[in-house]
């Protein structure tokens, strides 16, 4: 069974950084594309960034671009999105989505982290 | 950017009777590169679609894509009380990868 869990969320204030993790297991971790999806309260879903099997490839919403980084890690299973200069806009329940290959369609998702950033 | 238009924005129906949501392009969506997404409150949410009309595994189904182009539909065929939930539509053709609003389908 595919499990991915989140954890790094927390109150943060704006300007400031934080990191988030996503520890993965029940599949063959570095066979696939894996992603970042938050859900900011009372909206809708919006992709955040997404990386390759191989981190060969990398891709950021407009939103994030120049802030956020990707990375992953396959010989611990794990994924990361490290946040710098957050913003009151980034606050959200962010998901770590494994993709169906490497087709950035979000098959399996994680419960969720949630970011806060206020003063 | 692709904009994604789902509508309508609530959907009233009862267990039992057909749904019908519909998501709309701003431009093209190549290649079909479109997703369906059911999301309840409190979970993570549940692929639906892939590919505008291919169920993902475990999908029952009463779940079908449809769609090319700009206009693109999911249905419901006999609605069963698990389903109510907001669903959206994803379209991964062109980087950024977006969403729609959702649409949300209520008892």
């Known amino acids: 069974e595919v499990q991915l869990v989140e954890s790094g969320g927390g109150l943060v204030q704006p300007g400031r950084s934080l990191r988030l993790s996503c520890a993965a297991s029940g599949f063959t971790f570095d066979d696939y594309s894996l992603h970042w999806v938050r859900q900011a309260p009372g909206k809708g879903l919006e992709w955040v960034s997404g990386?390759?099997?191989?981190?060969?490839?990398?891709g950021y919403a407009d939103s994030v671009k120049g802030r956020f980084t990707i990375s992953r890690d396959n010989a611990k299973n794990s994924l990361y999105l490290q946040m710098n200069s957050l913003r009151p806009e980034d606050t959200a329940l962010y998901y770590c989505?494994?993709?169906?290959?490497?087709?950035?369609?979000?098959?399996?998702w994680g419960q969720g982290t949630l970011v806060t950033v206020s003063s | 950017e692709i904009v994604l238009t789902q509508s309508p924005g609530t959907l009233s129906l009862s267990p039992g009777e057909r749904a019908t949501l519909s998501c709309r392009a701003s431009q093209s969506v190549s290649g079909r590169y479109l997703a369906w997404y059911q999301h309840k409150p409190g979970q993570a949410p549940r692929l639906l679609i892939y590919?505008?009309?291919s169920r993902a595994t475990g999908i029952p189904d009463r779940f079908s894509g449809s769609g090319s182009g700009t206009d693109f539909t999911l249905t419901i065929s006999r609605l069963e009380p698990e389903d109510f939930a907001v669903y959206y539509c994803?379209?991964?053709?062109?980087?950024?990868?977006?969403f729609g609003q959702g649409t949300k389908l209520e008892i």
């Open positions: 990386i390759s099997w191989n981190s060969g490839t990398t």
């Open positions: 994803q379209q991964y053709g062109s980087s950024p990868f977006s």
């Open positions: 590919g505008a009309s």
């Open positions: 989505a494994k993709d169906l290959g490497s087709t950035w369609v979000f098959e399996s």
